[in-house]
């Protein structure tokens, strides 16, 4: 393993932030990564997968680890389903293409959703209706202080809305190594009521849609509305959808009657933040190097040499005008790193 000195992070963000780390090491084994977890020079080190969903504030004093475990194979199956098993460094999408290939369903709505495998459980990812819990088996973490490997189960990954417990009581104890999903062989149970994917699949010809067609018109709605991060530096959605009392979404929608809304429980609604903000007037409009993106208003955007503070300070600003206007907080969905 090639340990480097003063390596700019500026291909490894896909805000394309240009930063330094003082040292770096990529790891392609979970050997190695034990091993770099064991020196000391490594010990308060940042773990860096597909850096899409980070927000890089300066220059780093503390060193990186890069994990690129490779890897996509089946470890069970029986008629109706496989167990497949993926390496943290396998890029999220080619893990989505080759069950697509090998006809194996469950992570067809997840199409497109940048970064690598290893952060997936760590954020629950999810997308058109669809969680990684829905097809989680269960996860290899290392213990960054034991070095000893551990396998976690749905119960103990805690997942819940964009979130795990390797985002709280786990946080930075365990770099994920390994992630295996449960998926469909025969049968399989398509999503199709959320964002647009029926209306999609319609306008494509679509009748009876495989998972490859779930695949493809998912690909075509987020092509159609999410910036893509090579040309134009961002983390998808930056803040997370707020949770509300359902009397305050009730009073809200009193004075905006087409305001969308998801039902949580008997109490709580989720709005979605892009709807928030398009209202607090920042969609589409640019500020220096940086705004909320024309077609997704969620989505923050880098447009030149923005620094990661010019980008957080656009956020905090969004996130005032959000307050000011609804009395709601938002909660950014992306990671502050200093
Ligand atoms: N909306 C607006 N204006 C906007 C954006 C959205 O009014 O600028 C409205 C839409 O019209 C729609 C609603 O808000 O009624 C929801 O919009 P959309 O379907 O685009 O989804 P979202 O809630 O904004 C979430 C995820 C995305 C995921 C989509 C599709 C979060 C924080 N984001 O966005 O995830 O792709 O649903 O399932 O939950 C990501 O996490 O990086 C990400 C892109």
């Known amino acids: 393993m090639e340990v480097k000195n003063q390596v700019s992070l500026a291909q490894y963000n896909s805000f394309s932030i240009s930063v330094n780390t003082p040292l770096f090491a990529e790891v392609t084994t979970s050997l190695a990564l034990q091993e770099v977890l064991k ?3 490594f010990k308060e080190a940042l773990i860096l997968g597909g850096g899409s ?53 469950g992570i ?4 497109l959703i940048p970064g690598l495998v290893g952060a997936a459980p760590i954020q629950n990812i999810g ?21 000893d490997s551990k396998i976690f189960d749905a119960e103990e990954c805690n997942f819940g809305y964009r979130d795990s417990i390797f985002k709280n009581e786990l946080k930075d104890e ?9 998926l469909t062989k025969i049968n399989h149970q398509l ?7 029926s209306k999609t699949l319609d306008e494509m010809g679509v009748t009876a849609p495989t998972i490859d067609d779930v695949a493809k018109a998912v690909i075509r709605i987020r092509s159609a509305k999410l910036p893509d991060p090579s040309k134009l530096g961002n983390a998808g959605s930056f803040f997370k959808n707020p949770v509300v009392l359902t009397s305050k979404a009730v009073q809200i929608a009193k004075e905006f009657p087409d305001m969308p809304a998801y039902t949580v429980d008997e109490n709580f609604t989720k709005i979605p933040a892009g709807w928030l903000i398009e209202q607090a007037g920042f969609k589409g409009k640019v500020f220096g190097n940086v705004g909320m993106h024309k077609n997704q208003a ?9 620094t990661g503070t ?16 609804f009395d709601i907080d938002l909660e950014p969905e992306v990671n502050l790193i200093n």
């Open 39 to 41: 020196d000391p020079r």
């Open 53 to 105: 969903n980070i927000l890089l504030l300066q220059d780093l004093s503390r060193p990186v680890i890069k994990i690129s475990i490779p890897g996509i194979r089946i470890i069970a199956e029986n008629e109706q389903t496989a167990i497949v098993s993926a390496g943290a460094g396998v890029v999220w999408h080619d893990l989505v293409m080759w069950c697509i290939v090998n006809n194996l369903g």
């Open 108 to 111: 067809e709505n997840l199409s």
């Open 127 to 147: 997308a058109y209706g669809v969680e990684l819990s829905d097809v989680f088996h269960n996860v290899i973490g290392i213990g960054r202080k034991t070095g």
């Open 174 to 182: 365990y770099v994920i190594t390994t992630l295996r999903l449960s």
């Open 191 to 197: 999503h199709l009521d959320y964002g647009g994917i």
């Open 298 to 306: 969620l989505v923050l955007v880098n447009y030149g040499d923005a």
């Open 310 to 325: 010019e980008l957080w300070e656009h956020a905090q600003r969004v996130m005032d005008a959000v307050l000011a206007k």
